[in-house]
């Protein structure tokens, strides 16, 4: 079973390999202008459940919207 993230922990973690800034707000943008897929990362609870293995994916999207380098 993947280890699964909230949007501010996975901020957190691709901050770290990106070393640089990334807000979950940018994350949670991404997800409502369905740039990530939402099946892939339901809300659970009222949280987005990320897989760990998703990471690489939003921030291939982080960058090609400008919002990371």
């Known amino acids: 079973m993947p280890e ?5 922990e996975a901020a ?3 901050a770290t390999i990106v070393h640089g800034t990334v807000r979950p707000r940018d994350i949670s943008t ?4 369905r740039e990530l897929q ?6 659970i609870g009222g ?3 990320i897989p760990r293995d998703y990471l690489d994916t939003i921030a291939d999207a982080l960058r090609r919207k400008g919002m990371i380098k």
């Open 4 to 8: 699964i993230l909230t949007v501010s």
């Open 47 to 49: 949280r987005r459940a």
């Open 38 to 43: 939402d099946d892939l990362c339901p809300i």
């Open 30 to 33: 991404l997800f409502y202008h």
């Open 12 to 14: 957190r973690e691709l």
